[in-house]
């Protein structure tokens, strides 16, 4: 069988010569309508990526037109003379069609030169009831190839605006929870210490507390909007102190987080304690029930938390149980009568204006949800959260 880079080239050639185009003037948007190799297919084609990815799946992402499906990473969409990365439009090429990465992005395995990047850990081990968080990350994937380039609704530009890539998993320890974190926390230095904002894809509730401890090493202590079920500052599960139940009371103990600016959305279920909010509230976080949010719009709730955030960095942490699970079924640790998915658009627009630095969509578990809505459903809140960043523009 020929290699596939060189059937590649010849039809390359082929189709210079037939529209009678120089190399250098070849489109990148041309290429991607009309030369898309059989990616899949090949051997080499499945998305590894972080730090095993296969080389030829990154590339400069300042190439302009440079586009020539490097390797065998996503296919390469660029403005003609820009410097922006923009996801492919169904309109030219078939949404089955190419690697599958967040929106059809480039794929790089470092953050270098981008202003924001989609990163995925693959982590369940930390979940207290039904596991299969670690495959969040590669069904959001796949779903947000429904997410298209602009925002109608807020007039949001994002593509237009940063630049954007898939970097890839962070490697983790499926047998040493604590060893996983360690890893977390020295990827994400990598990318906040390169100027870039991190979008995370999960992985179960406990990875956001290293990828904390990586952006508070560089910003301070941020603010929090943390969307959820559960307020996640337990102390110990069984003699444990790392897992999903835990990761706010060790970022309140190691000073990671500005408690003033601490606001806590959708909380609500059964408890071991009369006041399990005590803790929370003791810290100074504002704790807002899911009962306090049933038949409302959120927009004025998010006006108090915009002035609340201030001016200096915060996080975003959305948990997917935070809704309820009439819409997203795919989770571990389900809790009737939750958010709505227009509750949670207004919270994640409400945020618009604020220091984001970073955001994650967690606890997507997809086997219990075969229709795959939960992860589609992911896949656009982590959209929303890209266009609420700092500079993007509205058009």
């Given amino acids: 069988m020929e290699p596939l880079f060189l059937r590649g080239s010849q039809l390359l050639r082929r189709i210079l010569c037939k529209e009678r185009l120089c190399p250098w003037k070849f489109s990148a948007t041309f290429l991607a309508a009309k030369l898309q190799p059989p990616l899949l297919s090949h051997p080499r084609a499945s998305l590894c990526v972080g730090p095993t990815a296969h080389p030829g799946a990154a590339g400069s992402h300042r190439g302009g037109s440079e586009s020539l499906l490097a390797g065998h990473g996503a296919p390469r969409r660029f403005l003609a003379g820009s410097s922006f990365n923009l996801p492919p439009s169904a309109q030219s090429v078939a949404r089955p069609v190419g690697v599958c990465s967040m929106m059809k992005l480039p794929v790089q395995t470092s953050p270098e030169g981008l202003d924001a990047a989609f990163v995925g850990v693959p982590l369940d081990t930390g979940t207290s009831n039904r596991p299969g968080a670690r495959f969040g990350p590669r069904q959001i994937r796949a779903e947000s190839c429904m997410v298209r380039t602009y925002n109608p609704s807020t007039g949001a530009a994002p593509f237009h605006s940063l630049v954007v890539a898939d970097i890839g998993d962070v490697n983790v320890n499926l047998y040493n929870l604590q060893d996983s974190c360690r890893q977390i926390r020295e990827a994400y230095q990598k990318i906040v210490a390169a100027g870039c904002i991190p979008l995370t894809l999960g992985g179960d509730h406990t990875i956001t507390y290293p990828i904390l401890q990586a952006v508070a090493e560089k910003h301070g202590p941020v603010g929090l909007v943390h969307v959820d079920a559960h307020t996640d500052t337990g102390d110990t599960a069984l003699g444990e102190k790392i897992y999903h139940g835990t990761p706010f009371r060790r970022c309140v103990e190691e000073g990671l987080l500005d408690c003033k600016r601490v606001v806590q959305i959708g909380i609500r279920g059964s408890s071991y304690t009369p006041d399990p909010y005590k803790y929370c509230r003791d810290q100074g976080f504002r704790v807002v029930l899911a009962e306090d949010c049933w038949l409302k719009s959120l927009v004025p709730l998010m006006g108090e938390v915009r002035k609340q955030m201030g001016a200096t960095p915060i996080y975003i942490s959305f948990d997917i149980d935070g809704l309820d699970p009439a819409y997203a079924p795919g989770t571990g640790t389900p809790e009737m009568a939750g958010l ?29 949800d075969a229709s795959g809505n939960t992860a589609l459903m992911g896949a656009n809140l982590l959209f929303e959260m890209l266009c609420a960043l700092p500079r993007v523009r509205t058009i």
């Fill in 340 to 368: 709505t998915p227009s509750q949670a658009l207004e919270i994640i627009r409400g945020c618009k204006g604020l220091n984001i630095v970073g955001g994650d969509l967690v606890e997507i578990a997809p086997i219990y």
